[in-house]
């Protein structure tokens, strides 16, 4: 054991009857007094996250050993601090394989309908079970004064955790693999703080039927793409224009990553099946915001008419 100022074999001798910690040696310790050892293990203590043990334990094991997922771009993603990842989403199994397979803690927020299972198989169930237990928070999608309420939570919950925040701009699942116009909370999301914000693309996550029911992916894959900068939007007041471009341009870094053919509407109203093939049709762009100029910077918050 190296004592501080000492050096050689007398500084590796432990000192007898005398405890150690960083700031040296202290006097000799009663008979039944902790070791030096305990004692430095108690000044120098880690607290593991239960999330932590979950994953690398269970959580990360079981996906890697039935989806075989990859993950590349890691390197994008800053050690510490808020961080936005935004994805296209194709299936339940996104909200699984990504926090798995990212080292760090990953929250999301989570539409509010599926923290319920009641009722519902065994892979609602465990997607609900997952969402409690690394502590997701519920959004509410029902438009107005709610959702907006539910975005201001979202936010100040990532202020406060400092974790990586998973966000879907389209609202819901992709009804067949392309991907769709995304919603502009995303960039008011985005603009309303100071986390990164970085693109994120799933490939190959479709779930099909394995043996006994076992909901399977053939190996997906999460590419990670480099920060997007809006930060001259940050600390204004945002009009449509600039909103709908920030999600469009976000929307288009993760076509990017995942090479989807892209639908200019929203998904939720190919689900319900307000449209038809034909509309779908004459929605396909090459990109999103294909045509579409970038908007002024608009005054920031407190500005006045000179911009002093």
Same mark, same amino acid.
């Given at each position: 054991?190296?004592?501080?100022?000492?050096?050689?074999?007398?500084?590796?001798?432990?000192?007898?009857?005398?405890?150690?910690?960083?700031?040296?040696?202290?006097?000799?310790?009663?008979?039944?007094?902790?070791?030096?050892?305990?004692?430095?293990?108690?000044?120098?203590?880690?607290?593991?996250?239960?999330?932590?043990?979950?994953?690398?334990?269970?959580?990360?094991?079981?996906?890697?050993?039935?989806?075989?997922?990859?993950?590349?771009?890691?390197?994008?993603?800053?050690?510490?601090?808020?961080?936005?990842?935004?994805?296209?989403?194709?299936?339940?199994?996104?909200?699984?394989?990504?926090?798995?397979?990212?080292?760090?803690?990953?929250?999301?927020?989570?539409?509010?309908?599926?923290?319920?299972?009641?009722?519902?198989?065994?892979?609602?169930?465990?997607?609900?079970?997952?969402?409690?237990?690394?502590?997701?928070?519920?959004?509410?999608?029902?438009?107005?004064?709610?959702?907006?309420?539910?975005?201001?939570?979202?936010?100040?919950?990532?202020?406060?955790?400092?974790? !990586?925040? #998973?966000?879907?701009?389209?609202?819901?699942?992709?009804?067949?693999?392309?991907?769709?116009?995304?919603?502009?909370?995303?960039?008011?999301?985005?603009?309303?703080?100071?986390?990164?914000?970085?693109?994120?693309?799933?490939?190959?996550?479709?779930?099909?039927?394995?043996?006994?029911?076992?909901?399977?992916?053939?190996?997906?894959?999460?590419?990670?793409?480099?920060?997007?900068?809006?930060?001259?939007?940050? #600390?204004?007041?945002?009009?449509?224009?600039?909103?709908?471009?920030?999600?469009?341009?976000?929307?288009?870094?993760?076509?990017?990553?995942?090479?989807?053919?892209?639908?200019?509407?929203?998904?939720?109203? !190919?689900?319900? #099946?307000?449209?038809?093939?034909?509309?779908?049709?004459?929605?396909?762009?090459?990109?999103?915001?294909?045509?579409?100029?970038?908007?002024?910077?608009?005054?920031?918050?407190?500005?006045?008419?000179?911009?002093?």
């Amino acid at each position: 054991m190296l004592v501080p100022g000492g050096s050689g074999a007398a500084a590796d001798r432990p000192h007898r009857g005398r405890s150690v910690t960083r700031e040296g040696v202290r006097a000799p310790e009663r008979a039944g007094c902790r070791s030096a050892r305990t004692k430095i293990a108690q000044d120098q203590e880690v607290v593991v996250h239960p999330y932590t043990v979950f994953k690398t334990l269970l959580f990360r094991p079981v996906i890697r050993l039935l989806w075989r997922p990859w993950i590349e771009g890691v390197e994008n993603v800053p050690s510490s601090g808020p961080v936005i990842l935004v994805s296209n989403h194709v299936s339940w199994g996104d909200t699984l394989v990504t926090p798995a397979m990212l080292p760090r803690q990953m929250t999301f927020p989570a539409k509010a309908e599926i923290f319920d299972a009641r009722g519902k198989g065994p892979a609602a169930k465990l997607v609900a079970w997952f969402l409690r237990t690394v502590g997701i928070q519920p959004m509410d999608r029902s438009g107005g004064r709610a959702s907006v309420g539910s975005l201001e939570a979202v936010n100040e919950h990532l202020r406060r955790t400092g974790l !990586v925040l #998973g966000i879907y701009p389209e609202g819901t699942r992709s009804p067949d693999g392309r991907l769709y116009k995304g919603k502009t909370g995303v960039a008011r999301l985005v603009l309303s703080g100071e986390a990164p914000v970085l693109p994120v693309g799933l490939v190959s996550s479709e779930i099909h039927r394995g043996p006994l029911g076992v909901p399977m992916m053939h190996r997906p894959g999460i590419r990670i793409g480099r920060p997007l900068d809006f930060s001259e939007y940050r #600390g204004t007041t945002p009009s449509r224009e600039v909103l709908r471009w920030v999600t469009d341009e976000i929307m288009a870094a993760i076509q990017e990553l995942t090479g989807q053919e892209y639908v200019d509407v929203y998904a939720s109203s !190919v689900k319900t #099946g307000a449209l038809s093939e034909a509309d779908l049709a004459d929605k396909v762009l090459a990109r999103p915001g294909l045509g579409t100029t970038k908007p002024p910077v608009p005054v920031a918050a407190g500005a006045g008419a000179d911009g002093a």
